[in-house]
């Protein structure tokens, strides 16, 4: 087995309406997608993952047994969290668009902006994305 590579930026943001365990399911997925972790990875263990997010174990363990179920993972007490598979499911790109999407507006929120000053500053990124592409071109 393979120790886990360090760091990984972990963050558990309590503006996000995602509850705790969903926000480190997510990321410990991401972080398997992007290549980050491959097979036979070992995890943080759940203690130690817990203590420095602040959260407690079976917050970190609630994830960790939804990342086994699904098959990313294979959890054993006493041997630790081991990465088993790197392949995406189907439809990962699109939670992943929604989950940036929603800590994009909660942040706007928070720092005060109304809906139609964030859609706008969206269109305006998307806009700069075209003209960079048409640029390189």
């Not at 972990?10 to 926000?23: C, I, K, M, S, T």
């Not at 263990?45 to 959260?55: D, F």
């Amino acid at each position: 087995m393979t120790a886990s590579r360090e760091p990984w930026p972990w963050r558990v943001d309590p503006r996000l309406p995602q509850p705790a365990h969903e926000q480190i399911y997510r990321q410990v997925r991401a972080a398997i997608l992007a290549g980050y972790w491959a097979p036979g990875t070992t995890l943080p263990t759940v203690r130690a993952l817990a203590a420095r997010l602040g959260v407690h174990f079976n917050t970190v363990a609630r994830a960790y047994r939804r990342l086994a179920r699904e098959g990313w993972v294979d959890a054993r007490p006493g041997r630790g969290t081991v990465v088993l598979q790197t392949e995406p499911p189907r439809d990962w790109r699109a939670e992943a668009l929604e989950d940036l999407a929603q800590r994009y507006v909660t942040q706007a929120r928070w720092l005060g902006y109304a809906p139609a000053a964030i859609l706008a500053a969206v269109a305006r990124a998307l806009g700069a994305e075209d003209e960079a592409a048409e640029d390189a071109a």
